[in-house]
């Protein structure tokens, strides 16, 4: 029996990349260093507006984190050519865009932790930190910063 692609993995999922957008700034969209993969921070496809607990649901914020996972995944492509390269996801960070009494910041991240599993398996297993944010770029609900281990 053949292992299964990360690509099949994805066609599977039903997920089909994006073109990885270009940073905003004078900034890398990613930094190797060594046999690690900083990704600068990326959010949500659509660019969606809002506070999580005030505008979005938690709910809605997973999907969210889902949807900025994706494009992370669309930058680790353009830099590795395909993501077979990828030896183990790192660490993922969450800020999350959200109101003050909001608590469901962990549940919130769990749209990326997820996907990072159903993509890459055992090596999709991560540390990860998640913080509530009063406000990040374009008030979007949720920026996902992350770092790989990459085949050298």
Do not use: W
Not at 57 to 69: D, K, N, S, V
Not at 83 to 90: F, G
Not at 139 to 151: Q, R, W
């Amino acid at each position: 029996m053949t292992k299964q692609t990360i690509a099949e993995k994805l066609k599977l999922l039903g997920i089909a990349l994006p073109i990885a957008s270009e940073p905003a700034a004078k900034y890398a969209n990613y930094v190797k260093v060594n046999n690690l993969l900083f990704v600068s921070g990326k959010g949500p496809t659509g660019n969606p507006k809002g506070k999580l607990g005030g505008d979005f649901t938690t709910e809605e914020g997973y999907q969210f984190a889902r949807q900025a996972g994706i494009v992370v995944l669309a930058v680790l492509e353009s830099a590795l050519v395909t993501l077979e390269n990828v030896k183990r996801v790192v660490k993922i960070q969450g800020f999350v865009n959200a109101t003050a009494n909001f608590e469901e910041h962990h549940k919130v991240l769990n749209g990326c932790s997820d996907l990072m599993l159903e993509v890459f398996g055992e090596k999709g297993v991560h540390a990860r930190s998640v913080f509530g944010a009063v406000s990040v770029r374009d008030n979007l609900p949720i920026i996902i910063d992350s770092i790989f281990e990459i085949e050298e």
